[in-house]
């Protein structure tokens, strides 16, 4: 072969090698370049996202804030509750001075009636004023505690119908009117008590806290907290209140269930309360005079004295280890 057959060969193949290496170089270079630009974007897109998850963690504790401020200022209401208030709250009309009159009168009665049965004054003065304070205000938690109830029967009815009016694009005041037209008592009257504040320049918030003033529930504390909270940081308030309309049925449920599960401890408390009055009555009927030292002697009004504490003791204990929260 001739040297200058071979100088061609050998240029050609360094041609060829150089045109096969060059675009790797080239195309390596724009590799690194694009992994630059990656890098640089994935950078971008990571301080968004870390953006985005300060401003949602912001927010978040922001509404947190809100919660317990509003929670706060609840219960601080909830503290201070006067006469006239716990009538409102039971659902009844009557008024503070009528209420202290008729307990007077109760006492005065139950001293009396004590007082002829041959009852010595001074036990019947206790009689009397004890009956005057307790019995009253027996009778009040009685009335606020089936207010309570049939409120709490009827708010998830309540809630889901605001629900309703917000999903079809009703604002939340007309959802709320529309429960102060359809729903049941007691739920009406306050609802449109909400209404009648708004009328006079409350606010919404300000006028949804009047319900927890006259239902001083934990469900209605729910319910309060949700529309101010919407009120102040705004959100999706049908999905919330949707939210606690399920929650509000499943603590219904709960309610029912305890109630089935303690109906037997209920039961055998009150066998174990009546006992000793069937037993003393029995008696009474087959040896009349067994227990009259009892009411005829200072000993004997010592002893019913104690046996009253004592059965009042353990009658407390027993209610309290029935109740459950739930």
Do not use: H
């Amino acid at each position: 072969m001739s040297p200058l057959i071979l100088a061609i060969l050998v240029v050609v193949c360094v041609g060829a090698a150089g045109f096969a290496l060059v675009p790797v170089f080239a195309s390596g270079g724009r590799a690194q370049k694009r992994l630059r630009e990656l890098s640089t974007t994935a950078t971008i897109g990571g301080g968004a996202a870390g953006r985005s998850e300060r401003d949602r963690e912001a927010r978040r504790r922001e509404i947190q804030d809100n919660v317990r401020k509003q929670t706060e200022a609840l219960e601080k209401e909830k503290k201070r509750v006067p006469l006239e208030l716990q009538l409102y709250r039971a659902g009844m009309k009557i008024k503070k001075a009528a209420f202290i009159r008729n307990s007077i009168i109760l006492g005065v009665i139950v001293t009396v009636v004590t007082f002829v049965l041959q009852v010595p004054i001074l036990f019947a003065l206790v009689f009397g004023a004890c009956s005057a304070y307790l019995l009253p205000r027996w009778y009040l938690a009685r009335r606020r505690n089936k207010f309570q109830a049939n409120f709490l029967e009827e708010l998830p009815n309540a809630v889901e119908a605001i629900v309703r009016g917000v999903k079809s694009g009703l604002p939340l005041n007309d959802s709320i009117k529309i429960v102060a037209k359809e729903v049941k008592e007691p739920v009406r009257s306050e609802f449109a008590r909400v209404l009648d504040a708004q009328a006079v320049g409350k606010s919404t918030d300000e006028a949804v806290k009047m319900i927890y003033q006259r239902v001083p529930l934990s469900e209605v504390n729910f319910f309060v907290v949700v529309i101010n909270v919407q009120q102040q940081a705004g959100g999706n308030l049908s999905e919330a209140l949707s939210n606690l309309a399920r929650v509000l049925r499943d603590r219904k449920k709960m309610k029912a269930k305890v109630k089935a599960m303690s109906s037997e401890a209920k039961a055998s408390a009150m066998i174990i309360g009546s006992l000793p009055f069937i037993v003393a009555g029995l008696v009474t009927l087959v040896t009349p005079n067994y227990l009259e030292p009892l009411f005829t002697t200072t000993v004997g009004y010592i002893c019913l004295g104690v046996a009253a504490v004592m059965m009042s003791l353990g009658v407390f204990i027993m209610n309290r280890m029935i109740q459950f929260d739930y």
